[in-house]
């Protein structure tokens, strides 16, 4: 049986996708700003064997929802919230095997002084670093960099592609293996002759330069993506070592897995590739009794409008001109199907209501959520994965870190008892840990391949 892998998913902030639970008096996430919080939380992600630890980021605010931010400022949604790149470091000092995914809006910032800022992360965490590769999907983050509008879906997919380009450039191509030669005896640092200047002209960008940091770990950092739509699809079936999913039903997960995998075949790459993970929050105690009785007094601290606020800005609809009595249905469109779908497939016959829709995704946002026994738990987990194709699950949280401490003390075990999952890390860097050849791309990822560009001069 494959092994189950685990992220965690969190998000430098007080209130991520569990609307209003940072009222409940276990909650800590109101300490994100404390170096405290996050290196406590990166022990015990690794005391539970995860694979790594997913930070979600914004570069904006959830204004769709009245046409304001203050929806989103009431209930703290995604706001306030700080640079997550910033944590990597210290949580990286505490731990030893933990991987961590950074997520980095490329539309709103040059590819050089990024690709910088990911070898440092790679060479600070001894090869641990991933990056969640997005385009950003709110208005409000391209007003707040000075574009009237946010760019078109599919034209940020022909920039992200042309972005790729050069930081692959810049990783792979720019300094050779052995540049760097620390020769005391003669005096030399580092080999002019084996570091390249890096020549791009492309459609949406241009440099010429030496990448600044010497070859990391893993040049490249471990490839993460989650874009849903077919445009998404191809980007990743390129690019992405590793895809997110935030399945509404096993049905809808298993289209997907598909799909991404035959167009990963179709760009050349192994039948496996890439690792897909499914959003999944968990409420469990002991007995079933306990978690259900666990997951009502969660329900109890949920905000509807903070849950609505967070649904109108990953839907683009404006749930405040509606009464939480009416009928979801007649609201339906192509932008919020994913987030129903869950509803329906449960019940198909039942008219869900925006309260309901609300209350529903206060705690797991677009995911499902699977409360219970950890003995039952698995057995869902274990059919999920079973029936989708999916290889592990991105682990969100309703009462942080209790949501995490839980799945450390009573599913992990359970997992190890079938045989599901690992019982200590492998070495090595991330890439190494998740695919078990090495540390670099494979040589068949298109960041390994011959680019269409002049010669590399040399940086002399």
Request: net charge negative.
């Amino acid at each position: 049986m494959a092994e189950i892998r685990l992220n965690a998913f969190d998000m430098n902030c007080v209130s991520h996708q569990a609307s209003g639970l940072w009222r409940h008096p276990r909650d800590r996430s109101a300490q994100y700003r404390s170096l405290r919080y996050w290196t406590d939380l990166a022990r015990t992600l690794e005391r539970g064997l995860f694979d790594s630890l997913f930070l979600a980021d914004v570069l904006g605010v959830y204004d769709v929802y009245g046409h304001s931010p203050d929806a989103a400022l009431r209930n703290g949604a995604q706001i306030p919230v700080n640079d997550p790149a910033m944590l990597i470091s210290a949580m990286a000092g505490v731990t030893e095997h933990l991987g961590f995914g950074l997520t980095a809006t490329l539309s709103y910032e040059h590819p050089f002084p990024f690709a910088r800022r990911m070898s440092t992360l790679d060479h600070l965490t001894e090869g641990r670093i991933g990056w969640n590769i997005v385009t950003g999907y709110l208005n409000s983050a391209a007003k707040s960099t000075g574009k009237q509008v946010q760019t078109k879906h599919d034209q940020r997919y022909a920039i992200a592609d042309d972005y790729m380009d050069v930081v692959y450039k810049l990783w792979e191509e720019s300094w050779e293996q052995d540049a760097v030669l620390r020769d005391k005896q003669q005096g030399i640092f580092t080999d002019p002759s084996k570091v390249h200047r890096i020549q791009h002209d492309g459609p949406f960008f241009s440099l010429d330069a030496i990448h600044l940091a010497e070859p990391s770990p893993q040049r490249t950092p471990v490839l993460f993506q989650a874009g849903a739509s077919a445009r998404g699809q191809q980007f990743a079936a390129t690019h992405a070592e590793c895809v997110f999913v935030a399945g509404p039903s096993q049905d809808t997960v298993a289209k997907t897995v598909r799909s991404l995998r035959a167009a990963a075949q179709q760009a050349g790459r192994t039948k496996k590739t890439p690792l897909v993970f499914s959003l999944l929050t968990i409420v469990t105690a002991p007995t079933e009794e306990e978690a259900f009785a666990k997951y009502r007094d969660y329900q109890s601290y949920i905000s509807e409008e903070g849950a609505l606020t967070l649904l109108s800005g990953w839907t683009g609809i404006d749930f405040s001109a509606y009464k939480p009595t009416d009928p979801v249905r007649h609201i339906r469109s192509d932008a919020i199907h994913s987030a129903i779908d869950s509803l329906t497939v449960m019940n198909p016959d039942k008219i869900w209501t925006v309260g309901e829709l609300a209350r529903h995704a206060a705690i797991g946002g677009m995911g499902i959520t699977f409360v219970s026994s950890p003995t039952q738990i698995v057995d869902q987990m274990e059919q999920w994965i079973d029936q989708t194709g999916v290889d592990g699950f991105n682990l969100a949280y309703a009462v942080a870190p209790e949501t995490f401490e839980d799945i450390v003390a009573l599913i992990v075990p359970e997992l190890q008892r079938r045989g599901r999952y690992k019982r200590a890390y492998q070495p090595g860097t991330l890439r190494h840990k998740l695919f078990g050849a090495g540390d670099r791309l494979p040589a068949n990822h298109a960041g390994r391949q011959t680019h269409a560009t002049p010669p590399l001069a040399s940086a002399q």
